[in-house]
């Protein structure tokens, strides 16, 4: 599978199109950013609700310490990093507006920013937190 794929089903069944749409170009960036590479199509589900089926939160997020591909292609690509020049190109592709990718990014890369301080706070060891560096934006 990949993004494109993905971002079709959302806007097709999706009760709120748009915003499940920026939802979903947020969870690929945060995924990219934490090289969380077991992103297959099952690890994003849509919820029924009152208003009508909307995309799930994010679930089974891991940073993957190996430089395996990402299960869901990016755009095409097996990887891909979070500089703006990527963020926009794939924004183009997923019709996202530039304005809207590039606030997401903005939020993506603040929040990854803290993962070190979140994972020390959480008892995870120096040589894991070094390890999972490794991988990291």
Known sequence: SDYM???RAVRT???NPQADAEQ???QMLYNI???NTDDHAKNFSMLLTDEGYRLS???DVTPNTDPYPHAASICGLPRADLDEVSVLHFAKKLNISTDVA????????TAIAQWEHVARQCGVGEADIALIEKRMY
């Open 24 to 26: 979903l170009f947020s």
């Open 57 to 59: 939160p994010s679930y």
């Open 102 to 109: 590039l606030s997401i990014r903005s939020k993506v890369v």
């Open 5 to 7: 794929d993905l971002m």
């Open 33 to 35: 950013g934490v090289n």
């Open 13 to 15: 069944a999706s009760a």
